[in-house]
């Protein structure tokens, strides 16, 4: 393990961020809220850190093998929490460091949740900075799933080996950099396009920009308490839930369009499959308010159908308070998000890709009841899928469910009702953000929460075969 290798390049990753700091100071300066000088000193101090680890580590270069990625994602989502919590508590907006390290980490792993009990009085560039730790984790969890989920086989993703060149059993090729590149390009296309768009519709630039960010993230962070309930306006909701949508969406399928495969949508099981569960959900929420709750077609549609694609692209966003939903909305909207979006999205959750799989094979074995001599493999997009590949995403299924039922039992040993745990957990561990502010909860629960985003964030393997006695051995 060359730990000076993975040091060299979270220095790099502290630089990258706390270049991104000097946009929220420009946004402080401008504003002249009172947090210009928290914001300059956590930039100082994260830039001069990156700068300390590149510059002591600067010789020590090459490509990172398997066991060093690992480490390296998972040593670089904790530390930049750390970073991220910094102007929370120089600004002293959070006097707690487990609530500033708890938004910190909400922010980077898209997954929206918060334990600001209010948003009303923070300053623009706090708010901005929050919004931006979003956009940053977007795109790092783009470079995660075209470049480290394939290679590490992280939860059967080594499916994605035989179809991406970049892609070698040890060592990651040079030419994941260039796959990156259009997959990012196209992060900036639509963050900038939505964020247009939303200033037509008469949002403020600030507010413009601070949606685009936690929409194509699928973040979920507004500046409102209200969330986009706030706005009261159909345009504005029908911007954001296009946008969730796309967001929701493998990204190699756009770069696919965006070099005249305009086919290469439809082509794909995987989002045929994410376009039927919108469509089919969006109609049963809609039943269930306009029959039990609206008694009005227009307004039942409209929510159901943004509230459908929120929690399916793990996004957050929420037009409604769907808390005062009936039952069944409110439990449709959790197996949303516990499902999640698309491989190669911004999305958390299970991912459809693996939903896909499991229900495969499970009418493969009912087939096999009546057969059962007949050998069927279970095939995606007429290609057949190794038996190594679906052990890896039965063993992500059941090491998610383990860690759901015992994180749900944790929070209700802290003092939450069942249905609130299971709440909780599900969109943190999804990286939903579905639900609302946890300022109330105990440190406990909030430790409890930032475990569970970090796990799910980091496809759950990524975390625990770090802490495996053979990961460490030669």
Not at 289 to 311: M, N, P, W
Not at 353 to 367: A, D, F, N
Not at 394 to 420: K, P
């Amino acid at each position: 393990m060359r730990f000076k290798v993975v040091l060299r390049l979270l220095g790099i990753l502290f630089i990258f961020v706390s270049l991104f700091m000097l946009i929220s100071l420009f946004v402080s300066f401008f504003y002249g809220d009172g947090d210009f000088s928290s914001i300059f000193l956590s930039t100082t101090i994260t830039f001069t850190l990156g700068m300390v680890l590149f510059l002591g580590f600067y010789t020590d270069k090459g490509e990172i093998n398997h066991r060093e990625g690992f480490v390296l994602v998972t040593l670089a989502l904790v530390f930049l929490g750390f970073a991220g919590s910094l102007p929370y508590l120089f600004s002293g907006v959070y006097t707690s460091f487990i609530d500033a390290y708890f938004e910190s980490v909400a922010g980077f792993t898209t997954t929206g949740a918060t334990v600001f009990p209010t948003l009303d009085g923070l300053p623009h560039g706090i708010v901005f900075w929050r919004s931006l730790t979003q956009w940053l984790g977007g795109m790092s969890v783009i470079l995660f799933a075209v470049g480290m989920l394939p290679l590490l086989g992280v939860g059967g993703m080594q499916f994605y080996r035989a179809e991406n060149p970049c892609i070698k059993s040890e060592k990651i090729c040079s030419r994941i950099a260039e796959t990156a590149r259009n997959l990012l390009f196209i992060y900036f296309l639509l963050t900038f396009f939505e964020a247009v768009l939303l200033y037509i519709g008469g949002l403020s630039l600030f507010d413009a920009a601070c949606h685009a960010f936690a929409t194509i993230s699928t973040g979920g962070f507004s500046t409102e308490d209200m969330n986009i309930a706030a706005y009261n306006s159909p345009f504005i909701q029908g911007i954001i839930v296009f946008f969730m949508f796309l967001a929701g969406i493998n990204f190699t399928l756009h770069y696919l369009f965006l070099k005249g495969d305009a086919k290469g949508y439809l082509k794909s099981s995987e989002f045929r499959l994410y376009l039927y569960i919108i469509l089919l959900f969006t109609f049963l929420i809609f039943t269930d308010l306009f029959f039990g709750f609206y008694k009005d077609a227009v307004a039942s549609v409209r929510h159901a159908s943004f509230e459908t694609i929120s929690a399916l692209s793990t996004t957050g966003f929420s037009s409604a308070d769907y808390r005062q939903w009936p039952f069944l909305s409110r439990y449709l909207l959790l197996v949303l998000m516990i499902i999640g979006g698309s491989t190669g999205s911004t999305a958390g959750g299970l991912k459809i890709l693996r939903l896909q799989l499991i229900l495969k094979q499970g009418y493969i074995q009912l087939y096999k009841l009546i057969h059962p001599h007949a050998v069927l493999p279970v095939k995606l997009d007429n290609d057949a899928v190794e038996q190594d590949i679906m052990d890896g995403v039965w063993g992500f299924f059941f090491l998610y469910t383990v860690i759901f039922v015992v994180a749900a039992i944790v929070m209700t040993g802290i003092g939450l009702n069942i249905g609130d745990a299971f709440d909780a957990v599900a969109s943190t561990l999804s990286n939903a953000g579905h639900t609302g502010s946890f300022a109330s909860l105990p440190s406990a629960g909030k430790v409890t929460l930032i475990l569970t985003m970090l796990l799910g964030r980091l496809e759950i393997f990524t975390v625990l075969v770090v802490f495996t006695r053979g990961f460490w051995k030669r």
